[in-house]
């Protein structure tokens, strides 16, 4: 099985910020990257699909990049519901799996 | 609009048995593949499992084989997560999510469902 690992595993920032989530997979994985945001409470939502196609409804602040085995999700300008915990997930094999999760706080 | 409902919360016994549901609306259920995840309180996502409601065809993740079984009902638009013994280690919120793109499993999985917390305890 492909295992994520995510970096950091806490991130401090202030409103206004940039900020930038690291996801190195165990192998190459063709782009076939996705990211969530997870609110406290709430379910995940989909921001990010095949490493850098932003899914609908989702704010351009949020972008994705990279190749092979290492995919960053940025976000350009923090917003106050920016706060939560970010997940990579990678969609190349069956079984699929996730990062371990980036909670960024202010 | 697409939604996927979850069913309510359930607090379980150790050895009981529990099935949970996932009823889905606002497109063709038939042609979406339907995810399973746990979440353990305080803990990260873990993929559990995938199933095609048109002929449910089913992967399961190996830490999760054996363990659940994952279920559709096409006349009800319902996907299901079923255990036969549960124990303490269940514990956790489980969601179902929907294949974002039609036909494409390695899009990612969006809507979501609201979450079902399953506790199990004597």
């Known amino acids: 099985d492909i295992q994520m690992t995510q970096s950091p595993s806490t991130l401090s920032a202030s409103v206004g910020d940039r900020v930038a989530i690291t996801c190195r997979a165990s192998?190459?994985?063709?782009?076939?990257l996705n990211w969530y945001q997870q609110r406290p409470g709430t379910a995940p939502k989909l921001l990010i699909y095949?490493?850098?196609t932003l899914q609908s409804g989702v704010p351009a602040r949020f972008s994705g990049s990279g190749s092979g085995a290492e995919y960053t999700l940025t976000i350009s300008s923090l917003q106050p519901e920016d706060f939560a915990t970010y997940y990579c997930q990678q969609s190349y094999s069956v079984p699929s799996s996730f990062g371990q999760g980036t909670k960024v706080e202010i | 609009e697409v939604q996927l409902v979850q069913s309510r919360a359930e607090v379980k016994k150790p050895g009981e048995s529990l099935k949970i549901a996932c009823e889905a609306s606002g497109y063709n259920f038939l042609n979406f593949w339907i995810l399973w995840v746990r979440q353990v309180p305080g803990q990260g996502l873990e993929w559990m499992g995938v199933?095609?409601?048109?002929?449910?065809?089913?992967r399961y993740s190996p830490s999760f084989q054996g363990q659940v079984t994952i279920s559709v009902d096409k006349s009800t638009n319902s996907a299901f997560l079923q255990w036969n013994s549960l124990n303490a280690s269940h514990t956790a919120v489980y969601y179902c999510?929907?294949?974002?793109?039609?036909?494409?499993?390695?899009?990612?999985?969006?809507?979501w469902g609201q979450g079902t917390l399953v506790t199990v305890s004597s």
């Open positions: 095949a490493a850098s």
């Open positions: 199933i095609s409601p048109r002929d449910s065809d089913t």
């Open positions: 192998q190459t994985l063709t782009n076939h």
């Open positions: 999510a929907r294949q974002a793109i039609q036909y494409d499993l390695t899009a990612g999985f969006d809507p």
